[in-house]
């Protein structure tokens, strides 16, 4: 059984980093592609970074390039979601999401994505 769980949310001022982590079990970690994902109230679900296991290519939304970074420690089986000059507007409830899928690309977009954690909040103030 393939689980995913998120850890790292908090409140922060603008300017500010958190980093997010998602640990996995259940899942042939070496292959595949894991996405995060927010969605802040009132909006739908949107894709913010990607990475492919097996090379470590990454993919970013226009968004948060330049400020977030996602990485993985194969060790540890987690993919890491670091976030910088956090601003209001990255409120949310963060996702992270796997899939054994690899069609060539591992852009955070929703149909990809099969397996899903529970989600941690990030809260960002002015």
Known sequence: QV?????????????GSLRLSCVISGYT??????????????????????IYL???????????????????????RTVYLQMNSLQPEDTAMYYCAASFRYPGSCYPT?????YWGQGTQVTVSS
């Open 3 to 15: 689980q995913l769980a998120e850890s790292g949310g908090g409140s922060v001022q603008a300017g």
């Open 29 to 50: 970690y070496s292959s595949g592609c894991v996405g995060w994902f927010r969605q802040a109230p009132r909006n739908e679900r949107e894709g913010v970074a990607g």
């Open 54 to 76: 097996s090379s470590g290519t990454t993919y970013y939304t226009d968004s948060v390039k330049g400020r977030f970074t996602i990485s993985q420690d194969n060790a540890k």
């Open 110 to 114: 929703e149909s990809l994505y099969r």
